[in-house]
């Protein structure tokens, strides 16, 4: 079984920055892909963004150029750096992660518990 408790959520004021993180634990041979969804109240869970092992990355269009993910392999942690924070970004942030727990293993998808992140005007 894998685990993924996440941390760095709270109230921010617009154009302020915080960062996410994302750690995992359990049994892990490796981690495919890491990423970020949001839902916002009333709202369906969107993606905000993923990074692959093999580097490639992927963000909303409405937080590109904002908010950057990064992945520390050995630490296996994901990290969402968000600057630039408006309004419409409050919502509850949660991790997600595609993790083999051995070589012959199918890819099994993870996601934290969520952090509420509030953005205030």
């Not at 520390?72 to 993790?99: G, I």
Request: aromatic share 10%.
């Amino acid at each position: 079984q894998v685990q993924l408790v996440e941390s760095g959520g709270g109230l921010v004021q617009a154009g302020g920055s915080l960062r996410l993180s994302c750690a995992a634990s359990g049994s892990i041979f490796s981690i495919n892909v890491m990423g970020w969804y949001r839902q916002a109240p009333g709202k369906q869970r969107e993606l905000v963004a993923v990074t692959t092992s093999g580097g490639s990355t992927t963000y909303a269009t409405s937080v590109k150029g904002r908010f950057t993910i990064s992945r520390d392999n050995a630490k296996n942690t994901a990290y969402l750096q968000m600057n630039s924070l408006k309004p419409e970004d409050t919502a509850v942030y949660y991790c997600y992660m595609v993790v083999l727990t051995g070589p012959r293993m199918a890819p099994t998808h993870y996601w934290g518990q969520g952090t509420q992140v509030t953005v205030s005007s």
